[in-house]
């Protein structure tokens, strides 16, 4: 199980690593901190705008999936009752 765990605490390392790795290669440290920013020239968005509203959507649904995972994590249903679970 822990070996697992390695395995996949190495994959998600890797994959960072080389986003942020050719990131940088193709763009340099002139990049701002939120990505979408980097699209904008003259405020104006340089790429579709349904591209754009996507992103954000997709950011949406990800922070609703998880959010319903944490809470499935710290409740535990006891009988018809819901309790928080901490530790265990």
Not at 14 to 20: D, I
Not at 26 to 49: H, W, Y
Request: glycine share 6%; net charge positive; hydrophobic share 55%.
């Amino acid at each position: 199980m822990f070996k697992g765990l390695l395995v996949c605490y190495a994959v998600i390392i890797m994959t960072f690593f080389s986003v942020a790795i050719s990131g940088y290669w193709a763009f340099g440290n002139q990049t701002k901190g939120v990505i979408l920013i980097n699209f904008m020239v003259d405020e104006k968005p340089s790429l579709p705008t349904w591209v754009l509203l996507m992103t954000n959507v997709l950011t949406l649904l990800q922070v609703a999936a998880v959010s319903v995972v944490r809470s499935s994590l710290l409740l535990a249903r006891n009988g018809s009752q819901w309790r928080p679970v901490l530790f265990g």
